[in-house]
Protein backbone atom coordinates (compact mmCIF):
# COMPACT_ATOMS: atom_id res chain seq x y z
CA UNK A 1 0.00 0.00 0.00
CA UNK A 2 2.55 2.75 0.55
CA UNK A 3 4.19 1.62 -2.64
CA UNK A 4 1.29 2.25 -3.80
CA UNK A 5 0.17 5.35 -2.56
CA UNK A 6 3.83 6.69 -3.09
CA UNK A 7 3.30 6.06 -6.87
CA UNK A 8 0.49 8.04 -7.14
CA UNK A 9 2.06 10.46 -5.79
CA UNK A 10 4.71 10.74 -7.96
CA UNK A 11 2.42 10.29 -11.24
CA UNK A 12 0.41 13.39 -9.91
CA UNK A 13 3.64 15.64 -9.14
CA UNK A 14 5.24 14.41 -12.60
CA UNK A 15 2.29 15.31 -14.45
CA UNK A 16 0.85 18.70 -12.94
CA UNK A 17 4.33 19.74 -10.53
CA UNK A 18 3.79 21.58 -7.31
CA UNK A 19 -0.04 23.12 -6.80
CA UNK A 20 0.75 26.08 -4.23
CA UNK A 21 -2.14 25.41 -2.05
CA UNK A 22 -3.59 26.33 -0.07
CA UNK A 23 -3.54 30.14 -1.66
CA UNK A 24 -3.75 32.62 1.33
CA UNK A 25 -1.91 35.45 2.88
CA UNK A 26 -2.27 34.44 6.47
CA UNK A 27 -3.38 31.25 8.31
CA UNK A 28 -6.42 33.02 9.31
CA UNK A 29 -7.21 33.51 5.70
CA UNK A 30 -6.25 29.83 5.15
CA UNK A 31 -9.37 29.05 8.34
CA UNK A 32 -12.10 31.82 6.83
CA UNK A 33 -11.48 30.25 3.41
CA UNK A 34 -11.74 26.31 4.40
CA UNK A 35 -15.54 27.24 6.42
CA UNK A 36 -16.45 29.64 3.32
CA UNK A 37 -15.76 27.16 0.68
CA UNK A 38 -18.44 24.13 2.03
CA UNK A 39 -20.57 23.75 -0.46
CA UNK A 40 -19.30 26.63 -3.33
CA UNK A 41 -16.29 27.02 -5.50
CA UNK A 42 -13.17 28.61 -4.26
CA UNK A 43 -14.40 31.47 -7.00
CA UNK A 44 -16.97 32.52 -5.28
CA UNK A 45 -14.85 32.46 -1.79
CA UNK A 46 -12.04 34.41 -3.39
CA UNK A 47 -14.66 37.31 -3.62
CA UNK A 48 -15.89 37.01 -0.27
CA UNK A 49 -12.14 36.92 1.17
CA UNK A 50 -11.69 40.38 -0.62
CA UNK A 51 -15.12 41.96 0.47
CA UNK A 52 -13.19 41.36 3.89
CA UNK A 53 -9.68 42.28 2.86
CA UNK A 54 -11.39 45.59 1.60
CA UNK A 55 -12.92 46.20 5.25
CA UNK A 56 -10.06 45.45 6.90
CA UNK A 57 -11.75 42.97 9.22
CA UNK A 58 -9.86 39.89 7.71
CA UNK A 59 -8.37 38.91 11.11
CA UNK A 60 -9.40 37.57 14.74
CA UNK A 61 -10.29 40.59 16.01
CA UNK A 62 -12.03 42.11 12.71
CA UNK A 63 -14.61 39.06 12.59
CA UNK A 64 -15.19 38.78 16.42
CA UNK A 65 -15.91 42.77 16.33
CA UNK A 66 -18.26 42.15 13.86
CA UNK A 67 -22.17 41.95 14.38
CA UNK A 68 -24.04 38.91 12.27
CA UNK A 69 -25.54 41.86 9.81
CA UNK A 70 -22.54 43.69 8.66
CA UNK A 71 -20.75 40.48 8.32
CA UNK A 72 -23.41 38.48 6.25
CA UNK A 73 -22.99 41.00 2.84
CA UNK A 74 -19.63 40.67 2.95
CA UNK A 75 -19.23 36.94 2.64
CA UNK A 76 -23.13 36.62 0.43
CA UNK A 77 -20.85 35.40 -2.34
CA UNK A 78 -19.96 32.33 -0.67
CA UNK A 79 -23.52 31.16 -0.42
CA UNK A 80 -25.68 30.04 2.16
CA UNK A 81 -24.31 33.02 3.62
CA UNK A 82 -26.34 33.12 6.71
CA UNK A 83 -25.46 29.74 7.62
CA UNK A 84 -22.15 30.39 7.09
CA UNK A 85 -22.08 33.98 8.89
CA UNK A 86 -23.07 31.60 11.85
CA UNK A 87 -20.17 29.18 11.09
CA UNK A 88 -17.76 31.72 11.24
CA UNK A 89 -18.83 33.70 14.06
CA UNK A 90 -18.92 30.23 16.16
CA UNK A 91 -15.19 29.63 15.06
CA UNK A 92 -13.99 32.95 15.71
CA UNK A 93 -16.03 33.05 19.13
CA UNK A 94 -14.26 29.62 19.91
CA UNK A 95 -10.66 30.90 19.21
CA UNK A 96 -10.91 33.50 21.72
CA UNK A 97 -12.43 31.89 24.65
CA UNK A 98 -9.75 29.16 23.97
CA UNK A 99 -6.88 30.81 23.21
CA UNK A 100 -7.88 34.34 23.62
CA UNK A 101 -7.80 35.19 19.63
CA UNK A 102 -4.22 34.18 19.02
CA UNK A 103 -3.95 31.61 16.32
CA UNK A 104 0.11 30.75 17.42
CA UNK A 105 -0.89 29.96 20.81
CA UNK A 106 -3.62 27.87 18.82
CA UNK A 107 -1.02 26.31 16.87
CA UNK A 108 0.81 25.04 19.98
CA UNK A 109 -2.31 22.69 20.95
CA UNK A 110 -1.57 18.82 21.02
CA UNK A 111 -2.74 18.11 16.79
CA UNK A 112 -5.31 15.30 18.75
CA UNK A 113 -6.84 17.08 21.01
CA UNK A 114 -7.48 20.33 18.75
CA UNK A 115 -8.90 18.55 16.59
CA UNK A 116 -11.59 17.14 18.67
CA UNK A 117 -12.43 20.43 20.06
CA UNK A 118 -12.88 21.93 16.61
CA UNK A 119 -15.37 19.21 15.72
CA UNK A 120 -17.09 20.51 18.43
CA UNK A 121 -17.52 24.12 16.92
CA UNK A 122 -21.15 24.66 15.04
CA UNK A 123 -20.90 23.64 11.15
CA UNK A 124 -17.04 22.14 11.31
CA UNK A 125 -16.53 18.61 10.30
CA UNK A 126 -13.83 16.69 9.39
CA UNK A 127 -12.95 18.42 6.29
CA UNK A 128 -12.96 21.44 7.32
CA UNK A 129 -11.49 20.88 10.77
CA UNK A 130 -8.49 19.16 8.82
CA UNK A 131 -8.12 21.55 6.25
CA UNK A 132 -7.75 24.27 9.15
CA UNK A 133 -4.89 21.99 11.05
CA UNK A 134 -3.09 21.05 7.81
CA UNK A 135 -3.12 24.10 5.83
CA UNK A 136 -3.67 26.96 8.39
CA UNK A 137 -1.41 25.34 10.87
CA UNK A 138 0.69 23.36 9.15
CA UNK A 139 0.02 20.18 11.37
CA UNK A 140 0.79 16.79 9.84
CA UNK A 141 -2.77 15.49 8.71
CA UNK A 142 -4.05 14.55 5.62
CA UNK A 143 -7.53 16.41 4.19
CA UNK A 144 -9.94 13.61 2.25
CA UNK A 145 -12.49 15.08 0.06
CA UNK A 146 -15.07 14.07 -2.29
CA UNK A 147 -12.26 14.55 -5.35
CA UNK A 148 -9.84 12.09 -3.11
CA UNK A 149 -12.49 9.13 -2.78
CA UNK A 150 -13.95 9.60 -6.09
CA UNK A 151 -10.47 9.17 -7.61
CA UNK A 152 -9.62 6.23 -5.35
CA UNK A 153 -12.63 4.16 -5.41
CA UNK A 154 -12.47 4.68 -9.35
CA UNK A 155 -8.88 3.29 -9.53
CA UNK A 156 -10.09 0.34 -6.51
CA UNK A 157 -7.72 1.37 -4.03
CA UNK A 158 -10.94 1.85 -1.77
CA UNK A 159 -14.73 1.63 -1.67
CA UNK A 160 -16.84 4.34 -2.46
CA UNK A 161 -18.67 3.78 0.63
CA UNK A 162 -15.18 3.46 2.63
CA UNK A 163 -15.73 6.34 5.22
CA UNK A 164 -13.71 9.57 5.62
CA UNK A 165 -11.81 7.75 8.90
CA UNK A 166 -11.04 4.77 7.13
CA UNK A 167 -9.72 6.67 3.55
CA UNK A 168 -7.55 8.86 5.68
CA UNK A 169 -5.79 6.55 8.17
CA UNK A 170 -5.00 4.77 5.02
CA UNK A 171 -2.90 7.52 4.39
CA UNK A 172 -2.25 8.46 7.70
CA UNK A 173 -0.93 4.63 8.35
CA UNK A 174 1.18 4.24 5.01
CA UNK A 175 3.06 7.69 4.75
CA UNK A 176 5.92 9.28 6.56
CA UNK A 177 3.84 11.81 8.65
CA UNK A 178 5.31 14.91 6.65
CA UNK A 179 3.01 18.35 6.43
CA UNK A 180 4.25 19.27 2.87
CA UNK A 181 3.82 15.26 1.70
CA UNK A 182 0.12 15.45 2.90
CA UNK A 183 -0.49 19.22 1.55
CA UNK A 184 1.11 18.64 -2.11
CA UNK A 185 -0.61 14.99 -2.35
CA UNK A 186 -3.90 16.61 -1.59
CA UNK A 187 -3.85 19.68 -3.43
CA UNK A 188 -2.17 17.20 -6.43
CA UNK A 189 -5.76 15.21 -5.84
CA UNK A 190 -8.19 18.64 -6.30
CA UNK A 191 -6.61 19.80 -8.95
CA UNK A 192 -7.04 16.16 -10.80
CA UNK A 193 -10.42 16.33 -9.71
CA UNK A 194 -11.54 19.39 -10.96
CA UNK A 195 -9.56 19.13 -14.72
CA UNK A 196 -9.85 15.30 -15.36
CA UNK A 197 -11.67 12.57 -12.83
CA UNK A 198 -15.07 14.91 -12.85
CA UNK A 199 -18.42 13.45 -12.70
CA UNK A 200 -18.07 12.28 -16.81
CA UNK A 201 -13.96 11.44 -16.33
CA UNK A 202 -11.53 11.85 -18.82
CA UNK A 203 -9.95 8.75 -18.42
CA UNK A 204 -8.21 9.08 -21.57
CA UNK A 205 -5.73 11.73 -20.70
CA UNK A 206 -5.93 11.12 -16.99
CA UNK A 207 -2.19 10.51 -15.47
CA UNK A 208 -3.19 7.47 -13.01
CA UNK A 209 -4.98 5.44 -15.94
CA UNK A 210 -3.00 2.34 -15.71
CA UNK A 211 -3.11 2.75 -11.89
CA UNK A 212 -5.62 -0.32 -9.98
CA UNK A 213 -5.64 -0.79 -6.71
CA UNK A 214 -6.70 -4.12 -7.20
CA UNK A 215 -3.85 -5.54 -8.39
CA UNK A 216 -1.87 -4.88 -5.97
CA UNK A 217 -4.17 -6.83 -3.11
CA UNK A 218 -4.64 -10.01 -5.24
Not at 169 to 181: C, R, T, V, Y
Request: aromatic share 12%.
Amino acid sequence: MQRLLMNIYRILYQAYGPRHWWPAETPFEVMVGAILTQNTSWRNVEKAIQKLKGKGVLNPEGIHHLKKPQLAPLIKSSGYYRIKTDRLKSFVDFLFEEYDGNIKVMGKENTVALREKLLRVNGIGPETADSILLYGLRKPIFVIDAYTKRILSRHGVISEKTSYEDVQKLFMDHLPSNEKLFNEYHALFVYLGKTVCQKIPRCDICPLKGIRGWDHFV
